[in-house]
């Protein structure tokens, strides 16, 4: 409309506006046919996830997942090892959220559970027998990914 300004607010940061949209990142750590798979604990949903997490404000989007990887798996991954592979718009009750997903098959080190807090373990699984309970939003990405789909909404 000629004459009004358009305006998104994506940010990275706890926000209370209805119109924000908040930017995660996640990655498929994948090996030999196996990803890796974070197992939350009790108090944090009880359910298998990806590695990754909130884009803060001053970090680049494949920058956080190098960070999250090593803060939660205590293994180092490159940034020029990451490829988008999927990308969700999760519409929520108040604003909404993006969240990028990387597939990533090099890495350094060990798997080790660093935020016990959070996690109760941290392990591989092969693609083809997944664990459960896995989160709603893990399983219908992997859904789209396995179908090559790139883009996908969902709302809760």
């Not at 998104?8 to 798979?37: D, F, M, Q, Y």
């Not at 803060?71 to 940034?79: N, P, T």
Request: hydrophobic fraction near 35%; charged fraction near 25%.
């Amino acid at each position: 409309m000629p004459g009004k300004k358009i305006a998104t607010s994506i940010n990275t940061g706890t926000t209370s506006s209805s119109h924000a949209i908040s930017l995660k990142a996640r990655v498929l750590l994948i090996n030999e046919g196996r990803i890796l798979l974070l197992k939350q604990t009790k108090l944090n949903g009880g359910n298998y996830t990806l590695i990754g997490g909130r884009v803060e404000n001053h970090e680049m989007v494949k920058e956080s997942l190098v960070r999250e990887v090593l803060e939660e798996a205590g293994i180092v991954i490159k940034k020029g090892q990451l490829h988008l592979v999927h990308t969700l718009y999760k519409k929520r009750k108040i604003g909404g959220r993006i969240v990028l997903y990387f597939e990533c098959e090099k890495y350094r080190g060990v798997p080790k559970n660093m935020e016990p807090d959070k996690f109760k373990s941290v392990s591989w699984h092969h693609l083809d027998s997944l664990p459960t309970p896995m989160s709603p939003t893990v399983q219908h990405v992997l859904k789209m990914i396995e179908k090559g789909v790139p883009y996908s909404e969902i709302s809760l």
